[in-house]
């Protein structure tokens, strides 16, 4: 597998540890309104990559005839079939090479993922590389250019320019790695893969810590069902969706 690799969740409890245990009912809510507007209704074959244990799979196996786990942890794969057992299939891999043929999907899941990842000009061409002509694509991009980092930026409490196109490395969350991407960066890598952009939804917009002890959980996902999709063109939430198609590269010939 690649050294290139950021995170191994080998051996830890994602789902326990950073979903159960901590307060993100609201960050849940908002990745699977975001998903349930862009997935097709109706899918054959279908991957969710970086799956982990399957904690958005319920969004995803009534839609698709076949659906697929694939992630770096076996950990996280064993607890995803545990829960979901014949209901999906599980693949461990590497995302750099990713264990699929060309043209295998009509389409195919990313969330919570693009952080970890140091190439995501590599990544892109391999998402590419396994979705049929026509195939969708729905990636969740950790996204440099948030509001806070831009307040950090302007009080001179962060080094790191925001309006900036070059990825971020913030050592101070991860020694190892952790990755954010300018929106402009992104669109322009995705662009230059084959994908043509379709839909976009700035997500998790109200994930604040001081937003959660003033509102309900229920409020909040109220409030961001109806910001997803008119905040989309100002791109500064912490998650930007994008809904990707895969265009027929026989077509441009």
């Given at each position: ?5 950021i995170s191994?969740y080998?051996g830890y409890?994602?789902k326990?540890?950073f ?5 993100r009912?609201y960050?849940?809510?908002a990745?699977?309104?975001a ?9 054959d074959?279908?991957?969710d990559?970086a799956?982990?244990y399957?904690?958005l ?5 009534n839609r698709?005839?076949s659906?697929?786990i ?5 950990t996280?794969l064993?607890q995803?079939?545990?829960?979901f ?11 750099y090479?990713?264990p ?9 899941m990313?969330?919570r993922?693009?952080?970890?990842f140091k ?8 998402l590419?590389r396994?979705?049929k002509p026509?195939g ?10 948030t509001?806070?980092?831009?307040v950090?930026?302007?009080?001179g409490r962060?080094?790191i320019?925001p309006?900036d196109?070059?990825?971020s490395?913030l ?7 952790f990755?954010?991407?300018h929106?402009?960066y992104?669109?322009?890598i ?6 043509e ?5 700035s997500?998790?917009?109200?994930r ?5 002890k003033?509102?309900?959980t229920k409020t ?7 910001a997803?999709?008119?905040?989309a063109?100002i791109?500064f939430?912490p998650?930007?969706?994008?809904k990707?198609?895969?265009l027929?590269?026989?077509a441009?010939k």
């Amino acid at each position: 597998m690649s050294k290139q690799v950021i995170s191994d969740y080998n051996g830890y409890d994602y789902k326990k540890i950073f979903w159960e245990d901590a307060d993100r009912k609201y960050e849940d809510m908002a990745d699977r309104l975001a998903i349930r507007r862009l997935l097709p209704k109706k899918m054959d074959k279908f991957v969710d990559i970086a799956g982990g244990y399957g904690r958005l799979a319920k969004e995803y196996i009534n839609r698709a005839k076949s659906a697929t786990i694939f992630d770096y942890s076996k950990t996280e794969l064993k607890q995803a079939k545990e829960e979901f057992g014949e209901q999906i299939h599980t693949k461990a891999g590497d995302i750099y090479n990713l264990p699929f043929k060309d043209d295998e999907f009509d389409a195919l899941m990313m969330v919570r993922a693009t952080h970890h990842f140091k190439d995501m000009k590599k990544v892109t061409s391999e998402l590419y590389r396994i979705l049929k002509p026509g195939g969708i694509a729905v990636i969740e991009v950790a996204n440099k250019r948030t509001l806070p980092k831009m307040v950090r930026y302007w009080t001179g409490r962060s080094k790191i320019n925001p309006f900036d196109k070059k990825p971020s490395h913030l050592k101070s969350i991860d020694k190892d790695g952790f990755y954010n991407y300018h929106p402009k960066y992104m669109e322009d890598i995705f662009r230059k893969a084959g994908f043509e952009i379709i839909e976009v939804l700035s997500v998790s917009n109200f994930r604040s810590g001081t937003l959660k002890k003033m509102f309900k959980t229920k409020t909040l996902v109220k409030m961001e069902k109806g910001a997803q999709k008119i905040l989309a063109p100002i791109r500064f939430a912490p998650s930007i969706y994008y809904k990707l198609v895969k265009l027929d590269p026989k077509a441009s010939k």
